[in-house]
């Protein structure tokens, strides 16, 4: 089927999910508390195959990526009780070169944003990572003024759409250099781990495996991934079949990248999936968010259950209170 033409620069609605759709707010999602929840009205030719989501705590939005090389920045409708009900959209841009962006995490060794991409050096054999100094919207397509090839992990390269999938950062403290964390889109496998952390003291891969009892454990691979002021990264898990019917499961672990031993700190902390009162879908982005003592969690959903179709993205947001 063709693709239908797009018309960007339309107007992006949302509005809350209403609770019998989702959970009551103030439901307890494992060790997250949720705090509402918006449904973003579109598709791919407006919004959505959102792959990657971060927070600019400066200017106060979300900036979600897309596998149609383009980029959203959105301000929050929260009341003063913090409970979510919309966006608005106030930037929308493009990268150059038309390339997929999979993720996005500032930049722990300088200034500007690291976004790693699946493409650019053939079918999906390599992966590349590039430096923006801003994501933001001006005169044209952005530009990088770095850029890298990321062959894969352990010398392997990636096979069959398995490439960089997330990137998550940490600044230097007293204690510890600053770390740039990577994983693909699989699951560990003997001798090759599907993340990697790289610090002045060079590179180290590890492992991170989704939950055993995890909906879909079979395909459960990472899909994005931040960190909070503590060290803890929190790392978003994502099983999605569309064989017959469209189904996922998705779950959240978190581990403390600041202990010695970091790679066996793995804990689940969420997970949900058909069987919970959530309509299918298939999130791909995680952003974390600390306000006043508190940390806060928001996914948001690709839309692979129909690709040119007007499938709504929903973002949810969580308190972690666990």
């Not at 997929?100 to 991409?117: K, M, Y």
Request: glycine share 12%; aromatic share 8%.
């Amino acid at each position: 089927m063709a693709a239908p033409a797009i018309n960007y620069g339309q107007a992006i609605h949302s509005q809350p999910i209403p609770s019998d759709a989702v959970w009551d707010v103030g439901t307890q999602v494992g060790e997250l508390t949720y705090v509402g929840g918006t449904k973003i009205e579109g598709g791919k030719p407006l919004f959505g195959g959102v792959s990657a989501l971060r927070l600019d705590a400066a200017a106060k939005e979300l900036i979600a990526l897309t596998d149609r090389g383009r980029f959203y920045r959105m301000a929050l409708s929260e009341n003063d009780a913090g409970i979510l009900s919309g966006i608005s959209v106030t930037e929308e841009g493009a990268f150059e070169g038309g390339l997929e962006p999979e993720a996005l995490t500032r930049n722990p060794f300088g200034s500007g944003w690291i976004v790693g991409f699946e493409d650019g050096c053939g079918a999906y054999d390599c992966s590349q990572i590039h430096r923006y100094p801003s994501i933001k919207a001006g005169s044209g397509d952005l530009k990088t003024d770095q850029m890298r090839p990321y062959e894969g992990l352990a010398g392997r390269k990636f096979t069959n759409n398995r490439g960089l999938e997330t990137l998550a950062s940490l600044p230097a403290d007293q204690d510890s250099p600053a770390m740039l964390i990577m994983c693909g889109e699989r699951q560990p496998q003997a001798g090759l781990p599907n993340c990697e952390v790289e610090s002045s003291g060079g590179s180290q891969g590890f492992s991170v495996a989704p939950p055993a009892n995890m909906h879909i454990a079979s395909d459960g691979v990472p899909t994005d991934a931040d960190t909070d002021s503590a060290g803890h990264l929190y790392v978003l898990f994502r099983g999605f079949s569309n064989d017959s019917s469209p189904k996922n499961g998705s779950a959240i672990v978190r581990l403390n990248m600041r202990a010695d031993d970091f790679a066996n700190t793995a804990e689940t902390i969420a997970m949900w999936g058909d069987t919970a009162a959530l309509p299918s879908d298939n999130f791909e982005g995680l952003a974390i968010r600390e306000e006043e003592g508190r940390t806060f969690l928001y996914v948001i959903s690709d839309d692979n259950f129909d690709y040119w179709g007007p499938q709504d993205t929903l973002l949810l947001k969580f308190e972690i209170t666990g």
